[in-house]
């Protein structure tokens, strides 16, 4: 019974002079811990592990006034894993190489060709729409509200949304055959 008894007052003097911010204290706390804490976290984020592991000893650090417990490797522990809960949470960024603008690059420039060759295939279209109902369209879409456009046509506001919806339906069918 009293190793156990000296062990205990060691470590409640070791967490005492760590708490008391003695750097002593806290190296003696490193050595004793930080092979258990590097095995958790490398175990868990083998990427990162260096970041993660370093972070949870600043944080031991910078809250050892907190600790009121009597297990101190369980409260490292408890850092460390939070310190991953945060490490998973927070958005990555990836440093861009040459090779990931270049790709980039390219796949904006394919997407730009592929815009400019659906709205080439679009004009297209268009053109095959009769004038009256062509107008109708763009005024529509130029932001020019039915109503103004019924009576520029001299036809009826429904019949402007009927327009607009039948053009649009050829449109659409006109596009997918140009698709195939």
Known sequence: MMSTYAETAREQDLIAGFQAGDPASFRQLYDQFGHQLEIYVRTRCPRDADDV?????????????????????????????????????????YPLTEQSLG???????????????????????SEQLPDAIRRIVQAFFSGTSGENIAAAEDIQRSTVYTRVHRALANLRKCMEQKRI
């Open 53 to 93: 592991i370093q972070q949870t000893w600043l944080k031991v650090w910078n809250s050892r006034q907190t600790f009121a417990g009597s297990r101190i490797g369980a409260w490292i522990i408890t850092i460390a894993r939070n310190t991953l809960y945060d490490h998973f949470r927070k958005p990555k960024s």
């Open 103 to 125: 790709i980039a690059e390219q796949a904006a420039a394919s997407f730009r060709l592929e815009r400019e060759e659906e709205l080439r295939q679009l004009r297209e279209c």
